[in-house]
């Protein structure tokens, strides 16, 4: 074999490895990337001075997982998965809850999630409506996920001849949650 030849088919032997080892990297790292929240985290979060247990499931491909239980009592989960997605249902103590996913940010170790939520009953001549705007926040750091929550609501209550509340109420949350499974 010529030697000028041989170093092409050499040359082109390594960019051929250079390619597959690029294509394995690119592999991992999306398996990596698709999997980097998956399982159940667990953690303190912290709100106005006071501490609160939480419990965060995300599914294998990276979704926060939505649980309720309805007025028939059984209990079902829905992942958050993409804008515009609407759960509706009714729960336990009548009425009907209502929550559409507005947002989803997803960056490598980072995910933002906001939800509006509605909840509206009524019964004996009265109303009651309640509305929420949820952020959810996470990112990924050395010591464990890193969660963040922002909520707003307002509220409402009348019956036919009036309606108080209306009120926003604001709230954060945040803490640090340790991956459990």
């Known amino acids: 074999m010529p030697k000028a030849i041989h ?12 390619l597959i080892s690029l294509l394995s990297f690119q592999a991992w790292l999306g398996a990596a990337c698709a999997g980097e929240f998956s399982g159940t985290w667990r953690g303190l979060l912290q709100a106005e001075g ?3 247990e939480a419990e965060v499931l995300f599914s294998r491909d990276d979704h926060p997982v939505y649980t309720y239980t309805n007025n028939r009592n059984v209990t079902r989960q829905v992942e958050l998965a993409s804008p515009g997605q609407v759960i509706e249902f009714v729960p336990p103590g009548g009425g009907v809850q209502r929550i559409i996913v507005e947002h989803v940010d997803r960056q490598p170790g980072k995910l933002l999630i906001s939800l509006k939520g509605s909840f509206e009953k009524s019964g ?4 009651d409506q309640q ?6 926040e996470y990112e ?8 963040r929550i922002r909520r707003r609501t307002v509220s ?3 019956d036919k001849d009036m309606i108080v509340g209306g009120q926003p109420q604001e709230a954060v949350a945040e803490g640090l949650l340790q991956r459990a499974q």
Request: hydrophobic share 45%; net charge positive; glycine share 20%.
């Open 124 to 127: 004996g001549g009265y109303l």
């Open 140 to 147: 990924l750091v050395p010591e464990g996920l890193k969660m």
């Open 50 to 52: 006071e501490g609160a």
């Open 156 to 158: 409402h209550f009348g």
């Open 131 to 136: 509305q929420e705007v949820v952020v959810f």
């Open 7 to 18: 170093g092409k088919v050499r040359m082109g032997l390594k960019s051929v490895l250079l």
